[in-house]
């Protein structure tokens, strides 16, 4: 009465080729693994005029936007922010505990 049907044979036939070309595929996809760059740890030097330059050009300093920039950690970004306002490079404008926002002096 009930129960599953028999499957067809052209049915079957597709069912093969789409597992073929999806195990063609993965292959394909597992040949070539890239390197994956983890963000160093060691921020620029702050007394650089070439960094010092860069940093001027941007119009808002934030831990992130200098971490992308510099591909360095979030956590070594606001160090090298700090140590740039200690120098007065840099001058904070607003911020709570989790963020910071800068602006270079002029």
């Known amino acids: 009465m009930g129960g599953k ?5 052209k049915k079957m036939e ?3 080729m789409r597992r073929g070309e999806q195990e063609r595929r ?3 996809k597992t040949v ?7 963000p160093g740890i060691i921020p ?3 007394k650089s005029e ?8 941007m119009r808002v300093l934030t831990p992130y936007t200098v971490a992308s920039r510099f591909n360095i950690r979030i956590s070594a970004a606001k160090g090298f922010l ?3 306002e200690e120098k007065g490079v840099v001058q904070l404008v607003s911020g709570n505990h989790s963020i910071k926002i800068y ?4």
């Open 5 to 9: 049907k028999k499957i067809g044979l």
């Open 14 to 16: 597709r069912m093969q």
């Open 26 to 28: 993965k292959k394909e």
């Open 32 to 38: 070539g693994p890239k390197e994956k760059k983890s």
């Open 44 to 46: 620029p030097d702050p």
């Open 50 to 57: 070439k960094i010092v330059d860069e940093l001027k050009r």
């Open 82 to 84: 700090k140590q740039l």
């Open 103 to 106: 602006k270079a002096v002029d």
